[in-house]
């Protein structure tokens, strides 16, 4: 393959990379509004918002709502840790359109990625605990609880990437230091 259409396959992969990251980006803030907004309306609209969400009535359920409350703010928490896992994934993206991927500053952008997805991952952990403590047999709160390892590895991968990162640009600071 030549050296223009590897040129371009990468560019048509970034833009559709970046276009892509930009959406999601939108899309992370919507639905951070929309949570939030769901929360305002359960202490606005109790009756309505529980029967919509399938509660039924509030009698006898009020750790339900709670819990159910509790896992709106969770999402609400997790609305700026996913815009940080986008935002700095585009950053990597536009440094690589500009011919320089390995920086420490894109290192640092994968290690805030690694924490940011470790914060994911923790606040899913809490999701999961609440739905299963206040889940009963009239209302229960079906949320998946499995552990996920791919999302675990993936955050040990970008640390270890972030650091491989960090190595190549000393590397190649000190290559350039000897030319």
């Known amino acids: 393959m030549t050296t223009s259409k590897l040129k371009t396959k990468y560019s048509t992969a970034l833009l559709a990379s970046r276009v892509t990251l930009r959406i999601l980006i939108v899309l992370n803030w919507i639905l951070g509004v929309l949570i939030f907004a769901l ?35 969770i999402g609400i928490a997790g ?20 011919g320089e991927p390995f920086t420490v500053d894109n290192a640092g952008q994968l290690r805030t990625i690694a924490w940011a997805l470790l914060g994911l991952e923790l606040l899913h952990i809490f999701v999961v605990a609440i739905a299963s403590a206040v889940s009963t047999r009239g209302v229960p709160l079906h949320i998946n609880g499995n552990l996920d390892l791919t999302g675990w590895l993936a955050i040990l991968l970008l640390f270890v990437l972030a650091q491989v990162f960090l190595e190549g640009t000393r590397m190649r600071e000190d290559l350039e230091g000897t030319v």
């Open 39 to 73: 929360l305002a309306i359960s202490f606005l609209a109790e009756g309505w918002t529980w029967r919509a969400l399938g509660a039924g009535a509030l009698a006898g359920h009020e750790s339900v709502v709670a819990g159910m409350r509790a896992i709106m703010v």
């Open 79 to 98: 609305t700026p840790l996913a815009y940080v896992v986008f935002s700095r994934l585009l950053k990597i993206v536009d440094s690589v359109r500009m």
